[in-house]
């Protein structure tokens, strides 16, 4: 799977700005004019013709007609010199400004993302706060820390699992930008429910096609549903959020790489986006630890094994009984051994024969 990163055209962005005022400076000498000519020829002030051409005064379009006039160089291209110029100062005094955030690179993934095309390899420290800021879409550190800092916090009371922030946001951005690129009708929870049921029923089949329908089915009621693998650091399986309020995202990671965790994980996440606040981040680990994560937990296995039919599955006892009740709810076999796993039923080193193994493609 690739992210919109993985497709970012090729920038050449030097490090340095070079003023009009030099272009203005070698005009001048070709025509074999001084800047005192210049001055007596454009009605500007000596003065003002030596800042321009020191360039600490801009280039503005009036004086670009001006010197069009009396140069024959059209005031089109004063104004992009001048606008190159200012735009490379900027840019130049931005990572200036950001070098002393470099201590903020430490805490973010950054081998991970120049392995996605995130970040340029081998670029110089004030290159990459520059392209971490734009793949973040924040103007710097701080700004950073109160977009995807804040987030985090519900995640982070995890004792078990200690996550690493910076591996999480990217994770998380990453995703974002996948969704955006799947193209989504405005949410709507009667017809998102009434997807679950024949996503259900997807379980069965081989995962290149349950996934592509899996994708269809949710664009349509509104949850743009995207697998991201996980960042080292992450230890998250699955997180739902809302980027619009007519649009939510459901993000996999695949961490445990087998269909019962798969599909265990994308109800949970399901029943985020039906039953919980449209303002939270809600991020999936192990183990729940809070009211949200166990109603969101509750909501999962209900959808895939009913209550009532908990009597019947913690009864059976055989590999055929596994089979022959699975085939008959019509859900994947690797699920209800998951499921007695989780009930202590199973030992976790029986029935792992029934489910299905996946990974990421490289492609």
Known sequence: MTTAADHRPLRYEPDYAVAPGDTLRA?????????????????????????????????????????????GVPAKIWNRLEDNYRDRLARTEDRE????????????????????GVISKGADVGTQLQEACRFFGVANRESWENVWRAPLASFRKSKAFESDDGAVA???????LEAADIPCEPFDARKFRSALQE????????????IPALVSLCAAAGVAVVFVPEIKGTRASGAARWVTPTKAVI??????????????????????????????????????IDAAEEEANDFSANQLIPKRLEPELLSLASDEEIV????????APGIVVGRLQKEDVLDWSQGNHHKRRFTFSES
């Open 27 to 71: 005009t001048l000498i070709a025509r074999g004019m001084t800047q005192s000519d210049l001055a007596t020829r454009t009605g500007l002030s000596p003065k003002h013709v030596n800042q321009v051409i020191q360039g600490v005064a801009p280039i503005s379009h009036d004086t670009a007609l001006v010197l069009e006039k009396v140069t």
């Open 97 to 116: 400004f950001l070098a002393s955030d470099a201590k903020w690179l430490q805490t973010l993934p950054i081998k991970e993302l120049t392995k996605r």
């Open 170 to 176: 990217a994770w998380l951005r990453l995703g974002e």
């Open 199 to 210: 996503i259900r029923s997807l379980t069965i089949l081989p995962i290149d096609e349950a």
């Open 251 to 288: 993000q996999l990671s695949l961490r445990h790489k087998t269909d019962d965790h798969l599909w265990f994980s994308f109800f949970h996440e399901a029943g985020h986006v039906l039953l919980h606040s449209k303002k939270e981040t809600f991020i999936t680990g192990d183990p729940s």
């Open 324 to 331: 022959a009740f699975a085939e008959r709810i019509g859900i």
